[in-house]
């Protein structure tokens, strides 16, 4: 069976996890961590990179340091994974979702200034595929109305728009170093980027529990102690000492990424020009990471139906999100702004195929041998 995901392993992890389990600090903010986010803040352009357990800790460290209160409201697509809501929610926030772009995916630009209200407290777009949001747009809306933009990057590392990292563009950025994603600290991990510099010495309390050690080990205090909120939001050394090993091969594992994704385009074109399928679109000025190869067919029944072909085949393809305002806690927590015109209608037709750093040549034929053999 050819998996949908294989996590990427260069060869370099090896001897960085055991250096860190030598190493006599091997808790948070260790050498290899110290590394990594040394190599963020200058590939993003960022003021601070922090290293945390997950994505979702990322997401919640920013909606603790915008101050989300009861009752305020976040503007996010529902076709999204639950962690971009739920990191809001757990503050009380209400989650107003909006339709997302067929082209891409992603939040309709577009359809944002009519969400909001005199509670709406933060934007949350969230590059789907590591395809950019159309953020210049995004950001104008946000200055003139005074909200805060969360960028959801999860899928992003290494993607740009107009020149940009993602993730740099908001006020802050969150990654996931989860074992599905293009690079992974050992299976799970995360990282929150901030961009706007008055959130950095907040951003250290909280994510050390609460308290000001981070001043303490660099000697700006003498004592360390509970000063505000916070939560324990640092993963290990060992989980950057994996993640190190990735980096750097940063360049290596996306152009190999990028050649499948390309080779997956070629081999399909005679679909896409028939118009069987749509393949992802990459608007002008985006730079993408390959990070996910889909199609989209006719409706749910085709899909289904190519879903349990490709299984025959011994090809594992998945769909994607079901969208959060028709998932059990979605009318409990959110409300749908406008018409869904093609959250509901596109996520049903999506289906994601193979990719992972490594694939072999036999097994990209072998999942394209499939898909053609389906709809000829
Ligand atoms: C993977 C993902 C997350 C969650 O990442 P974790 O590191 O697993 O917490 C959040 N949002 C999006 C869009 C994702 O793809």
């Known amino acids: 069976m050819i998996p949908f995901n294989k996590p990427p392993y260069t060869g370099n992890e090896d001897q960085h996890v055991l250096a860190a389990m030598r190493s ?11 590394r990594c986010q040394a190599w963020f803040e200058e590939k993003l352009g960022c003021k601070k990179a922090l290293l945390t357990p997950s994505c979702t800790h990322a997401l919640e460290m920013a909606a603790l340091l915008i101050d989300v209160q009861a009752g305020d409201e976040i503007i996010m697509p529902s076709y999204t994974f639950v962690s971009t809501a739920n990191a809001f929610v757990l503050r009380g926030a209400k989650i107003v979702f909006i339709d997302i772009r067929p082209d891409t995916m992603n939040i309709d630009e577009r359809l944002i200034e009519a969400a909001i209200t005199s509670k709406t407290k933060a934007i949350v777009p969230v590059h789907y595929a590591g395809v950019a949001c159309e953020m210049d747009a995004i950001m104008d809306i946000a200055s003139r109305y005074q909200l805060f933009v969360i960028e959801d990057a999860a899928q992003g590392m290494m993607a740009t728009y107009k020149g940009r990292p993602l993730g740099s563009i908001g006020h802050m950025g969150a990654f996931s170093f989860h074992e599905t994603k293009n690079y992974t600290s050992g299976g799970e991990g995360g990282l929150l980027i901030i961009n706007d510099e008055r959130f950095i010495n907040r951003a250290e309390i909280i994510r050390e529990k609460g308290t000001n050690r981070s001043q303490f080990f660099r000697g700006m205090v003498d004592k360390y102690s ?42 399909l074109s005679p679909l896409i020009a028939s118009g069987r399928v749509i393949v992802p679109s990459i608007p002008e000025g985006c730079v993408h990471n390959a990070h996910m190869f889909y199609v989209k067919v006719h409706d749910l029944y085709e899909r289904t139906a190519l879903l349990e072909h490709l299984k025959g085949r011994e090809v594992f393809g998945v769909f994607h999100y079901v969208p959060l305002h028709s998932a059990v806690a979605g009318p409990q927590f959110s409300r749908f702004h406008g018409d869904d015109r093609y959250t509901t209608k596109d996520s049903e037709r999506l289906i994601r195929l193979p990719i992972w750093y490594g694939m072999k040549e036999h097994e990209l034929v072998q999942v394209i041998d499939s898909v053609l053999e389906f709809f000829s």
């Open 24 to 34: 006599p600090k091997i808790s948070g903010d260790g050498e290899f961590s110290k």
């Open 226 to 267: 509970w000063v505000d909120i916070g939560s324990s939001y640092l993963p290990c050394d060992i989980q950057a000492a994996f993640l190190w090993g990735q980096l750097e091969k940063s360049e290596e594992i996306n152009q190999n990424r990028l050649q499948i994704w390309n080779a997956y385009c070629e081999a």
